[in-house]
């Protein structure tokens, strides 16, 4: 069974940081992708970031391109959210998700058949 926890949210100010991390279990390849979506209330789950275990590609929301980074530690079994210039707009419930292959559609959650639990990240004013 995948099991996915995610940590590193809290309350920053505007123009402050914030590394999310998750980690993982329970996977047996290596073609997988993991994904960042995020939830505030009254909204849908939106696509945040993704990155492909198999050749690090990356994949960005044109809403924080050139914000923040994902990336990827093999050894440590965990996938991070750098977030940088962070926005009041930001503020949401983060979730790391997982699925066994990429697909084009990887900005969908119905792409993804793991996730976490969500970490709540907040930005004040």
């Known amino acids: 069974q995948v099991q996915l926890v995610e940590s590193g949210g809290g309350l920053v100010q505007a123009g402050g940081s914030l590394r999310l991390s998750c980690g993982f279990s329970g996977y047996t390849f290596s073609n997988y992708i993991m994904a960042w979506f995020r939830q505030s209330p009254g909204k849908e789950r939106e696509f945040v970031a993704a990155i492909r275990w198999n050749n690090l590609s990356e994949y960005y929301a044109d809403s924080v391109k050139g914000r923040f980074t994902i990336s990827r530690n093999n050894g440590k079994n965990t996938v991070y959210l750098q977030m940088n210039s962070l926005k009041p707009e930001d503020t949401a419930v983060y979730y790391c998700?997982?699925?066994?292959?990429?697909?084009?559609?990887?900005?969908?959650?119905?792409?993804?058949?793991?996730w976490g639990q969500g970490t709540q990240v907040t930005v004040s004013s």
């Open positions: 998700a997982a699925d066994q292959f990429y697909r084009s559609t990887y900005y969908y959650t119905t792409s993804y058949e793991y």
